[in-house]
């Protein structure tokens, strides 16, 4: 079983985490850590590396962000995922900036992942929020699914 590890900023309702607990145990026990205690020697040393967090403003989370700028090149296969209230617009993904970042620093990116989430953001608060019982059952079927995939080698999973 390859090492994989997981990085995840998951900063509102715990939806990030979630979906990254269920990728983890899909991918054979892989570790899920903050960008702030993710290890480089760890993250060198994966032979699957996934990054996800919620939508913020149309991107993903800017500690995240942040984390995969200040990464040094490398090589290694990548995934990243999202959960966010609101739909992704199919020509710009979510994910699409930190796919071009990893795949800048030598990362191949596998595939990615994304799935409604419980939503509180500024006017959405207002009415108790969007997708309360999101993520979901189905999400987390599908999140399983696409690491399954990665796992098994089965090429790039969108």
């Not at 989430?117 to 599908?142: E, I, V």
Request: proline share 8%; glycine share 12%; aromatic share 8%.
């Amino acid at each position: 079983m390859m090492k994989t590890v997981i990085v995840c900023a998951s900063v509102a309702h715990g939806n990030t985490r979630r979906v990254a607990d269920t990728m983890a145990r899909a991918l054979g026990g892989a570790d899920v850590v903050t960008p702030e205690e993710a290890d480089l020697a760890a993250l060198a040393g994966a032979g699957l590396v996934g990054f996800g967090s919620g939508v913020f403003y149309g991107r993903l989370h800017p500690r995240l962000t942040d984390f995969v700028k200040a990464l040094p090149p490398g090589r290694g296969r990548a995934f990243v995922f999202a959960t966010s209230g609101l739909p992704e617009i199919p020509p710009a993904p979510f994910t699409r900036p930190v796919v071009r970042l990893l795949e800048d620093k030598g990362f191949t990116v596998d595939g990615s992942f994304s799935c409604r989430a419980f939503d509180t953001w500024a006017p959405f608060k207002l009415f108790g929020g969007l997708h309360k019982q999101r993520p979901d059952a189905g999400d987390l079927a599908a999140a399983r699914r696409f690491a399954e995939r990665l796992r098994d080698g089965r090429g790039p999973v969108s």
